[in-house]
């Protein structure tokens, strides 16, 4: 006997190389996982609870393995300013930017927080979003990290939606470490990411020429280490600064962004199994020239996750249907890469196996679309077909 099955759904279950479609099928489900899939013809037992899906398309529920989304405050000031010549490094390196967000940040307590990232992520879940990954960063300083953190916590066990958490503490210098940024990085790595160690799923840093150097990201991910944290980068964004190769070398889970990395980067990454998380939403906020070199990561086998990359500064989206979009448009991915993207590639983004597929024994996470084709999830802009949404079966 199932808990609970879907009938008359078109299935993309991810497996194999394409979408892995099953025309006409079922999914049923038992103790929050999937425990079995197929042709509807063949669907095995009776289940306590039966879900007639008109035709719909169910796919895993979305992962958006890259976001911002704990912050107080707006950037929509420096927006303007750009839009007036400024750029966006020059804003930051006169203590905009990123230090502006730090500084709401900071000042914002947690009920505060939780209540800005709130809708934010209801946002994200309306779209069939089930997984997210959250990151720290516009603290700076040990207790509002921990703060940022504990906030996406509590957002995970207030709603129906899972949450990985990364600390980015090593995300731009703050003001009190002006020109002492190798001082900063020291304190991340000795006093910052020890005190996160059990509201920290992973750590990230900034490795990028208006971020860390080589040698301080390897101090961050070396105290990772010590506590049994994957490491992900924020790499090769606005110079190549050997990210790719670094993250590869490292055993890193991602790298996010890569728009100027280099050839022989990707070829490490694919050979170590790192995943390139492409964040569309950046390149086109910031219009950014450069873009990441997708055929130099199919030729080396690079798995390639997307992500929304949901931030004040460089993509102020809550849409990650919208990230499909412009990964195709911006990109030229193919729907089939776009659509592994946010659900296998973006699970394996995160280190995890129980989830961005379906089959069974995995999470029953799903996500329902009134759609005719899955290229219609990647086709429109700004529109959103989910029609449901399931997380561990529920
Ligand atoms: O992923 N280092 C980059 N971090 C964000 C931007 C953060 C911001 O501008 O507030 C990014 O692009
Ligand atoms: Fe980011």
Known sequence: MFDRVWTHANLATMEGEGLGVIEDGAIAARDGRIAWLGPRAALPGPAAETTDCGGAWILPGLIDCHTHLVFAGDRSDEFERRLAGEDYAAILQSGGGILSTVRATRAADEATLLAAA????????????????????????????????????????????????????????????????????????????????????????????????????????????????????????????GSAALAARLGALSVDHLEQANAAGLQAMGRAGTVAVLLPGACYFLREANRPDIAAMRAAGVRMAVASDMNPGSCPTVSLLLMLNFACTLFRLTVGEALRGVTRQAAAALGLDDRGRLAPGLRCDLALYAIARPAELCYWIGRNPCIGRVLEGH
Request: zero cysteines.
């Open 118 to 241: 709130r809708p934010r992520l209801a946002a994200l879940m309306a779209e069939g979003v089930t997984t997210v990954e959250i990151k720290s960063g516009y603290g700076l300083e040990r207790d509002t990290e921990l703060r940022q953190l504990r906030v996406a916590r509590r957002l995970a066990a207030e709603l129906p939606v899972a949450v990985r958490t990364t600390l980015l503490a090593a995300h731009a210098v703050p003001p009190e470490f002006a020109g002492r940024r190798a001082d900063y990085a020291r304190l991340v790595a000795e006093e910052i990411l020890p005190a996160a160690a059990d509201l920290a799923d992973a750590v990230d840093v900034f490795h990028d020429r208006l971020g860390f150097t080589t040698e301080e990201t390897l101090r961050v991910a070396d105290a990772a280490r010590r506590i049994g944290r994957p490491v992900k980068l924020h790499g090769d964004q606005h110079a190549d600064v």
